[in-house]
């Protein structure tokens, strides 16, 4: 009988021993100097790539042009982390369209440095929006097209 209390004398004496560091004793250590945060501005139209046919009609977003830049704007604010990167300027965003109106892939220009990860962050986007257009005709016929978004993108720094 001894023996069992000396032994669970000496197993709760040392239970605490071990320390779990939680989510905040590590924030409380840290100080952050500034923000940062991306704005962008989608003002400007949805250029289309001219088709050479007679009778062209060009690819459509159901709802049209509005509900395109309004859904892509709102999954860029949900999607594009504004950490990893520092973005000023105006960047094309082309969308290539395949016959049946689905997104086939985008090109972002001009390129910068670390753009793949703002690139990266972008296709997050455009594949959480699933955009399904209308596929573009010629003389009645559905083809490839192109759309050009151009984005202004502009990074500003708060010092805390």
Known sequence: M???FLFLIFAFTFSNAQYLIEDND???NTKEVGKQSVSYD??????????????AVYAQFPGGENAFKQKLFLNMKSD???SFYSVNGTFELIISINKTGNMQGFNLNPEVQNSNLLKRDLELALRKMNPKFTPATCDGVPIESKIRQKINFRTDNFDI
């Not at 989608?42 to 009778?55: A, H, Q």
């Open 2 to 4: 001894k023996k069992i």
């Open 80 to 82: 594009l982390d504004n």
């Open 26 to 28: 590590i924030t409380d």
């Open 42 to 55: 989608l003002n400007n139209p949805l250029e289309f790539y001219r088709l050479k046919c007679d009778n």
